[in-house]
Structures are given as C-alpha cells and as structure tokens.
C-alpha cells in the first residue's frame, strides 16, 4: 500500500524557516516524481514545487520561487521542502503527492502538515 | 502561464440530478487534465485523468469530455457521499495549476 507521510509542520515567525519532510513507502520511491501542494484555510489547492525521480527536472510556483527548495532522497525514500523568508500568506497544509510521471496527475496525497506563519 | 477557470463555483441539485462542472484553460492543453474530489476535512482524490480517463475504483457516473481549451466533469446521477468540492488541474507542463473549485452540495 502506497503511503506518504508528511512531518515538519508548526507554527514559525515571518521571515523564519521551517524544513517538510515526506516518508513514502509501499512503492519504489526512485521510480516516481514527487511534488508538494499546498491548501490554505478554506481555499483552493495551489501546486507549489515538483522534482523527477533523478533530481534532473524541479520546478517552482512563481509563489514560492527563490524562497523554497524541493529535494529528495532516495537512499531514505523521503521528499523535502526547505521553505525560507516565510510569509502570512504561506499559511496552509502542505500536502505530498505523488505523480505518475514528472508532468503528470497526483495519484497519491499524503494527509499534510500544517504550517502556520504568524508572529 | 496558463490560467484554469472553473465553473460554477458551487452548486445546489437534487439526489438523482444530473450535474456537469466546466474547466476553461487559457490556452490549450490537449487532453492532460485531471479532475479530483475532496470532500470535507479529507484528502483530494483523484476522479479522472487524461481528461477522460476514470480512474481504478471510481463510480461510473462519473465522467470527463473535452479536449484544448474546454473540459467538463459529468456527475450522471448525484449521490449524498458526492458532496464534496472538485477541482481540475492541467499537466502539460508547469506549473501544474489547478482550477478554483466547484463546490458541490445537496438540495
């Protein structure tokens, strides 16, 4: 069974850094792209970073370009998101998901963890 | 980039309706488009792909059409447990945007 574990969420300062990580399982991590998407209170879902299964291809929402870093480790089947210079407005539960393919539809969310950006 | 257009942004219909929800892209996308549903305080799950595509284990009164520019997700006969919001999300390429939601609840 596939499965994506989020951890890393909590409440930090504007300007301050926080560090996601996602434990997948159930499934040959190396094989698959992974992507992070993100869900503020009571709103819409927002794709926010993405990275192929060999590092090669990453891309960034224009939201969080410059600020957030997306990596990975397949030795240790867990994704990451390193998120800087943190904003009100990146308030939300950031959700794992993994793709069938790099540019590709989100078979698979992990539950999410909430990051809450407030001082 | 391209921008996804959902509507209606929610909608009211009777058990046993017929309900159909529109995603507009800006530009066209061929078929690389994906429906979810996520109904409340759970995770989004994903309806269809390739535009048309039901995905394993999904009811087959659920339903995609469209290719380019215009989709719509077809719910042929409304159930209870189908109150959720649905969102559509284009994958031609980044960055992977989703439509704004259609909220979908019971008369």
């Known amino acids: 069974e596939v499965q994506l574990v989020e951890s890393g969420g909590g409440l930090v300062q504007p300007g301050r850094s926080l560090r996601l990580s996602c434990a997948a399982s159930?499934?040959?991590?190396?094989?698959?792209?992974m992507h992070w998407v993100r869900q503020a209170p009571g709103r819409g879902l927002e794709w926010v970073a993405g990275i192929s299964w060999s590092r090669r291809d990453i891309d960034y929402a224009d939201s969080v370009k410059g600020r957030f870093t997306i990596s990975r480790d397949n030795g240790k089947n867990s994704l990451y998101l390193q998120m800087n210079s943190l904003r009100p407005e990146d308030t939300a539960l950031y959700y794992c998901?993994?793709?069938?393919?790099?540019?590709?539809?989100?078979?698979?969310w992990g539950q999410g963890t909430l990051v809450t950006v407030s001082s | 980039d391209i921008q996804m257009t959902q509507s209606p942004s929610s909608l009211s219909a009777s058990v046993g309706d017929r309900v159909t929800i529109t995603c507009r892209a800006s530009q066209g996308i061929s078929n690389y488009l994906a429906w979810y549903q996520q109904k409340p305080g759970d995770v989004p799950k994903l309806l269809i792909y390739d535009a048309s595509t039901l995905q394993s284990g999904v009811p087959s009164r659920f339903s995609g059409s469209g290719s380019g520019t215009d989709f719509t997700l077809t719910i042929s006969s409304l159930q209870p447990e189908d109150v959720a919001t649905y969102y559509c999300?284009?994958?031609?390429?980044?960055?992977?945007?989703f439509g704004g939601g259609t909220k979908v609840e019971i008369k």
């Open positions: 998901a993994r793709c069938w393919g790099y540019n590709s539809f989100f078979e698979h």
């Open positions: 159930g499934f040959r991590f190396d094989d698959f792209a």
């Open positions: 999300q284009k994958y031609n390429s980044a960055p992977l945007t």
